[in-house]
């Protein structure tokens, strides 16, 4: 059960609620300080707890624990916490799948009892047989803290890459498996940060990192990213060099190989929006990069090389993004041929090619549609989907009958469909486990008017006719950032505050993705207010609209989402009874001090 104690600390706080109880007296323990003083233009700055910032110090560890004791304290005075913890652990334990994929003549899923730490790798031949074990992470720690990164199968089917992390770490270590053999070869590839695999031959593209001193893995700067092509059954230290840009060191950088194997594509980025993009025939003995987007003001990604042909997704003047077809010939932008766009209306997430077709995801109002083109973008049909919330899938081959595709929302646990391409017809593939009475529950999409007049989107579940007294145990969430879309989705802790007669809301606030790069740009650098406000504003809705008031309220977020209700809860320190800012970046002079910390500077602006 991933995150458990944290999920256990905001129901346990929910309780809170419940009851109305008021919190007891904490006694924190004292913190030292220290004479810090910074001078950013014309504002000084004091900072007394930088010594926190060595994570490995005997004091800094000292302090955590402290910390910790007050919190385990805290948690044991609340009577509730043992019939929450059980209680979540039912709502857990259940089987359930993830959407199957097909390699070769095999069809790969991921499998879970229900609370394994780790989901379990399986696969079987296409037309049946046998279920084998390909994978199981459990098996790699005690702890169960050794997770799976990425999967990445060879084109001549003869390897599976894989990435592991390990305890939550960003860095990764990959591994080689032969698939006909299901052993895990000799190779051990380390250093590695923010990069798949890449196939190529007998080989793979990937980037990495000079290694960290030891006592700073988890803070020294992130920096001189390089690509490497790694062969095999070779060591790491024999790798190839393939791009290195040695005069921009905080310049990341990417390849992937087309699955025909004919060209690579360079992606370069100065941080979390927009890339550049060139490309260069596969051959690693005269690598001779050709440019298709040579500045970083935009994004653009390959969905595909097919005869001949590049399928690219981009925003490139085009706000709600399109598909391009690019012609290696000639690749600049002049040249491109738009086959699909998105619009106003219709925002244009993402794209595969399976079965010789486009399949183009839509949102509308934060709502999946899926609709089919044909290569030259000639709109084909829509495919009917079970109802209103998240759809993802519709991934494979160009070869390639069937796909597969996953719904769920709110209050609907995730069920698996298959769906004939041929026949357009959808059938379910792995029903849902779950015992969460769905049909008890409503979800609903409502709008608010934001601070300055936005239209900004609610979701808003709860019980069928509860009565809307203001009294109503409430979360509220938010991320607003990253040009991130935050979708309706079910979440199995939720569902304990549902059942309990509470309310969970997501704000669809400005900074992510749901109405195109203009709604991303409304939220960021000079604009971050408007994120704030946004998220205000949808409390002071449901107080408005008899769902609960701020006696009743929790707030939470993570990361980005984590500096949201830090923001909020300075800003408006009445608003909630219970904030829960997750790992939240909240020192915004520092942050890009640390880690990969300076690629948020597009988003966050910097000091410098």
């Known amino acids: 059960m991933k995150n458990s104690y944290f999920l256990l600390i905001l129901l346990s706080v929910i309780v809170i609620i419940l009851h109305n109880l008021k919190p007891e007296d904490v006694n924190y323990p004292n913190s030292k300080k220290q004479l810090i003083v910074d001078s950013y233009f014309d504002t000084t700055i004091v900072d007394p707890y930088r010594w926190l910032e060595n994570e490995s110090s005997r004091e800094t560890k000292s302090w955590v624990v402290k910390q910790n004791s007050v919190t385990d304290s805290y ?17 857990w334990n259940y089987p359930y799948k993830s959407i199957p994929f097909q390699k070769g003549n095999k069809i790969y899923y991921f499998y879970n009892s229900g609370l394994q730490n780790q989901s379990v790798l399986n696969s079987h031949n296409i037309y049946g047989g046998e279920l084998k074990t390909i994978l199981d992470p459990n098996k790699l720690s005690l702890d169960g803290t050794v997770s799976l990164s990425g999967l990445y199968f060879s084109n001549n089917k003869k390897y599976m890459g894989y990435g592991l992390n390990r305890s939550g770490s960003d860095w990764q270590e990959f591994y080689i498996m032969d698939i006909n053999s299901g052993e895990t070869m000799s190779d051990q590839l380390k250093w590695i940060k923010f990069s798949g695999m890449s196939w190529n031959g007998n080989g793979f593209y990937y980037s990495r990192m000079p290694k960290p001193k030891n006592d700073k893995m988890l803070t020294e700067l992130n920096n001189h990213s390089k690509i490497y092509y790694h062969e095999v059954g070779t060591l790491q230290e024999e790798d190839d060099l393939i791009y290195y840009d040695s005069e921009n060191p905080l310049i990341m950088a990417s390849v992937y190989a087309s699955t025909d194997e004919k060209y690579i594509f360079l992606y370069r980025y100065k941080g979390t929006y927009g890339n550049s993009l060139s490309f260069s025939i596969a051959d690693n003995s005269n690598v001779k990069w050709a440019p298709i987007v040579k500045d970083m003001d935009s994004e653009i990604s390959i ?190 802790q939720n569902t304990i505050i549902l059942e309990n007669n509470g309310v969970f809301a997501i704000a669809n606030i400005r900074g992510g993705g749901e109405y195109g790069e203009k709604w991303h740009r409304d939220g960021m650098l000079l604009n971050k207010q408007n994120v704030f406000d946004d998220f205000i504003y949808a409390a002071q809705y449901l107080f408005k609209k008899g769902y609960t008031d701020n006696n009743y309220l929790a707030i939470r977020g993570g990361s980005n989402g984590g500096l949201l209700i830090g923001a909020v809860l300075n800003q408006y320190p009445g608003i909630c009874k219970v904030a829960f800012p997750e790992v939240g970046v909240m020192d915004m002079l520092r942050y890009e001090k640390f880690t990969i910390g300076y690629a948020w500077a597009t988003e966050y602006g910097s000091v410098k």
């Open 75 to 91: 948690m044991r005075r609340i009577r509730d916490v043992r019939k929450i913890k059980n209680r979540l652990k039912e709502v």
């Open 303 to 492: 969905i595909e090389h097919i005869n001949g042909s590049i399928y690219a997704l981009t925003d490139r003047n085009a706000p709600f993004k399109k598909i391009v077809l690019i012609d290696p010939r000639f690749p600049l932008e002049g040249n491109w041929k738009s086959l699909v766009e998105g619009n106003e209306d219709e925002v244009l997430e993402s794209a595969n090619i399976v079965g010789g077709y486009l399949f183009v995801h839509f949102t509308k109002d934060v709502i999946s549609i899926w609709k089919i083109y044909d290569l030259k973008g000639n709109y084909i049909r829509t495919v009917e989907l079970p109802g209103k919330g998240i759809v993802n899938g519709f991934r494979g081959k160009i070869d390639q009958s069937r796909t597969w595709f996953s719904f769920n929302n709110i209050v609907t646990p995730s069920t698996i469909y298959e769906y004939d391409i041929l026949s357009n017809r959808s059938e379910v593939y792995t029903p849902s486990e779950s015992k969460f009475l769905s049909d008890d529950y409503i979800l609903k999409q409502e709008f608010y008017n934001s601070k300055d007049g936005e239209k900004v989107p609610i979701f808003i579940a709860h019980k069928k006719n509860i009565e809307l007294d203001n009294q109503r145990p409430t979360l509220l969430y938010g991320y607003g950032g990253f040009n991130i879309s935050i979708k309706p989705g079910f979440q199995k």
